[in-house]
Structures are given as structure tokens and as C-alpha cells.
T-cell receptor, first 114, second 112 residues
Framework: NAGVTQTPKFRVLKTGQSMTLLCAQD?????MYWYRQDPGMGLRLIHYSVGEGTTAKGEVPDGYNVSRLKKQNFLLGLESAAPSQTSVYFC?????????????FGPGTRLLVL | GNSVTQMEGPVTLSEEAFLTINCTYT??????LFWYVQYPGEGLQLLLK?????DKGSNKGFEATYRKETTSFHLEKGSVQVSDSAVYFCALSTGANSKLTFGKGITLSVRP
């Protein structure tokens, strides 16, 4: 049982390049989330999904797209990377339908945009 | 909207010292409250939670009590260890979809 895994662990991009971050979970969770973590800002929700084939915007969605084609995978795409997207990205998943549910986090992807 | 306010950091303590990390919140309805911990180089993991007023969450010697009257969920530990050095996030969740609102986090360093 690997929990939540993220690929890659670290990436350097040039401004304007594109990339996809992959999140996978093996806990059969319905809900999945993408966050970014920046110094002094806590974690901010980018996009989330309430089930296979669904996505929704979070707090800071601009410049990102997501897809949830399979229940266990949640992809985060950057079409044209900008230096402001330099951050650590965390994926999480949860089972509960209510606000009491625990979220399980992946180890993070560190992205540097030059 | 929902918000979580944590005390400013960082915090540096000596081993075996008493720890308090303050957390207050603003929320519509009746939120569930959480403390997450992030050890160096890792993702966040749930430390403890409380889902209704006056509930006390506890884990690994840490405790926090859901105080509705003061809208607070302060984290305490009686005797910290070097291994407790990490970033601590207070968070809340209301309603469906289990979306979390996080505080900014506070870095705790415990020296031997």
C-alpha cells in the first residue's frame, strides 16, 4: 500500500515550457486535490476532484489545468510555465463525503521555473 | 469565508520544554478542526482532529481542544523532543468535499 505518490520529485523548467505532474493513490479514494505551498502562505488549493471524470477550481486555479480520467490518478498540467509557479506542489486524497475526512498527502514535487 | 490564523513563528524550544501553538479560526457553520504536521522533506500528515465543540484530539503526546466560545484549537505538548521538529499547520473543513482551509504554518525547532 503506497498511499499517495507523486511524479516527478523535482523539475526545472524554463519560462513558457509545459509539463504534467502525476498523482496516484491506491486507497480507492473518491476525492483528490492539488495544492501549492509557498513560504509564508500555507497551502493553497489549486484544483480538486470529487470523482472520476470531475474537476473543480480551488483558490488559485489560474495557469493550471487538471484531469481525472481514472479514479486513482489526478494530473496537474502547466501549459506555459511562469516564474510565479515556482513552488512545491502537493497532491492529496480523501474518502469522506463530509468535512470530517482526513486528507492523505503525497511527498511533494518541487518545481523551479527559470 | 473560512480562515485560519496561526501564531507567528518560528518557534525554538529546548528538549522537554512545554509547547503551545495558537490557532484561531473563522468559519460559517460548524467546522471540523485539524492539526497537520510536515516533517522535513515530506508531505503533510494528520496529527490530530476534532469534529465538534469541546472534543479533544490527541496523538503522539500532542493535544488540542475544540473551543467554540473562543473559536480556537491550540496545540499543546507537555515535553517536546528533537524529533518533533517540523512545520505544524492548523486547518478547518466545513460541509461536503472535505476541502481544507489551512493556516500559514509554523516551524518548530527543538534543540537537544
Amino acid at each position: 500500500n503506497a498511499g499517495v505518490t507523486q511524479t516527478p520529485k523535482f523539475r526545472v523548467l524554463k519560462t513558457g515550457q509545459s509539463m504534467t505532474l502525476l498523482c496516484a493513490q491506491d486507497m480507492n479514494h473518491e476525492y483528490m486535490y492539488w495544492y501549492r505551498q509557498d513560504p509564508g502562505m500555507g497551502l493553497r488549493l489549486i484544483h480538486y476532484s470529487v470523482g472520476e471524470g470531475t474537476t473543480a477550481k480551488g483558490e488559485v486555479p489560474d495557469g493550471y489545468n487538471v484531469s481525472r480520467l481514472k479514479k486513482q490518478n489526478f494530473l496537474l498540467g502547466l501549459e506555459s510555465a511562469a516564474p510565479s509557479q515556482t513552488s512545491v506542489y502537493f497532491c492529496a486524497s480523501s474518502y469522506s463525503l463530509s468535512g470530517t475526512g482526513t486528507q492523505y498527502f503525497g511527498p511533494g514535487t518541487r518545481l523551479l521555473v527559470l | 469565508g473560512n480562515s485560519v490564523t496561526q501564531m507567528e513563528g518560528p518557534v525554538t524550544l529546548s528538549e522537554e520544554a512545554f509547547l503551545t501553538i495558537n490557532c484561531t479560526y473563522t468559519a460559517t457553520g460548524y467546522p471540523s478542526l485539524f492539526w497537520y504536521v510536515q516533517y522535513p522533506g515530506e508531505g503533510l500528515q494528520l496529527l490530530l482532529k476534532a469534529t465538534k465543540a469541546d472534543d479533544k484530539g490527541s496523538n503522539k503526546g500532542f493535544e488540542a481542544t475544540y473551543r467554540k466560545e473562543t473559536t480556537s484549537f491550540h496545540l499543546e505538548k507537555g515535553s517536546v523532543q528533537v524529533s518533533d521538529s517540523a512545520v505544524y499547520f492548523c486547518a478547518l473543513s466545513t460541509g461536503a468535499n472535505s476541502k481544507l482551509t489551512f493556516g500559514k504554518g509554523i516551524t518548530l525547532s527543538v534543540r537537544p
